[in-house]
């Protein structure tokens, strides 16, 4: 003889455990990765505000404290994006789109960057085939793509190199292009790039360390949103990172 107990409820329990704990730790290694390089930022520029507040005319003063509570801002809204209370099966699975303005949007970025000049010795520069590019874009997702590769390119360009931002609209999709003057990807670490906590991670030109989650989460965002990434490097000529990103309802708008 024996007893039959329906054990499924119990296993789905587990299962469902396991992807909230998934979920928890994808969240964890992201939150600690985005976090890092604009906290580093906002702890440069207060330095810098503290060695020169009595030499550095009022203005420029302004512009520092702006740049301090945009950036805090971006962040505050990423933690507020991240943490909503709801079971995903991978961080990259959740998409929430919203009509925007993808010329907008990676101006906003960039102004911080531009600000941040004098103290990340790095020149920055943003343009766009069109005043106004219109998407439905996971916006939190997009400037996450945007900051990693922005903040890569600092990492790897030499001081007083230039970092460049393109978009530019083609038929159906947005074509985002990150480009640089550095030290470029050496052939035996391009094919590891997009790993997770890859091999091919360096420390950076200023010795800052890095984890190798950057160009995962770059390309785990990107095709979540139905895109694609890919490169072109050269060592010691400059890296060429491309996102291309599908324009969905408003490929037909405003060109």
Known sequence: TGVMED?????????????????KDSILEI??????????????LTSAIDQKVEGVEKQQILNWTKTIREISER????????????SLDTIAAQVTKERIDLVWEIAEVMKIYINAEQVTARHFEF?????RIYAQID???????????VSNAI???????????HIEKLEKSALITVS?????IPKNLQPLIFHKYTEAARKGQD?????????????SFTEAQGGRVWFESEEDMGTKIYVELPLGEFEEMES
């Open 207 to 219: 010795g800052q360390e890095t984890v190798g989650l950057g160009m995962w989460i770059v390309k």
């Open 75 to 86: 962040n505050i809204q990423l933690i507020h994006s991240l943490l909503r209370k709801e």
């Open 127 to 131: 343009t766009h085939s069109q005043d």
């Open 31 to 44: 939150l600690a990765h985005d976090l890092r390089g604009p906290i580093s930022t906002v702890a440069m």
């Open 139 to 149: 916006s939190m997702k997009f400037l996450q793509i945007i900051n990693n590769l």
């Open 155 to 165: 990492k790897f360009t030499n001081v007083n190199g230039l970092i460049r931002v």
């Open 7 to 23: 054990d499924s409820f119990r296993k789905s329990s587990f299962l469902n455990m396991e992807k909230v704990n998934g979920w």
């Open 180 to 184: 640089d003057n550095g030290i470029g």
